[in-house]
Nanobody, 126 residues
Framework: QLQLVESGGGLVQPGGSLRLSCAAS????????VGWFRQAPGKEREGVSC????????NFADSVKGRFTIARDNAKNTVYLQMNSLKPEDTAVYYC???????????????????WGQGTQVTVSS
């Protein structure tokens, strides 16, 4: 059974850090780009970051550039999102998703992603 499981969310103070993990089971992530998305209450789901199959190419939303990094360990079948200098506006449910259409982050819309995790809550508050 194909499954993505996010973990690592929680409550953190502004300026703090969290590392989210996206672990795949039932298939290998080696050949696929993986994206991180988030959805705040009352808002649409938005893209946060994406990493190519080898990790050689990444991109970030303007709102998180310089604060978030993305990495992958294909041996562990896991993708990570390191979030630093967190702000209250980063509060959201964070999802990872797999794009099987390419090794690279070429999807133009989140609807192109094929498999999604269940999400992990990140709350940034003092």
């Amino acid at each position: 059974q194909l499954q993505l499981v996010e973990s690592g969310g929680g409550l953190v103070q502004p300026g703090g850090s969290l590392r989210l993990s996206c672990a795949a089971s039932g298939f290998t992530l080696d050949y696929y780009a993986v994206g991180w998305f988030r959805q705040a209450p009352g808002k649409e789901r938005e893209g946060v970051s994406c990493i190519s199959s080898t990790g050689g190419s990444t991109n970030f939303a303007d709102s998180v550039k310089g604060r978030f990094t993305i990495a992958r360990d294909n041996a562990k079948n896991t993708v990570y999102l390191q979030m630093n200098s967190l702000k209250p506006e980063d509060t959201a449910v964070y999802y990872c998703a797999v794009f099987v259409g390419s090794y690279y982050c070429t999807a133009q819309h989140l609807n192109e992603y094929d498999y999604w995790g269940q999400g992990t809550q990140v709350t940034v508050s003092s």
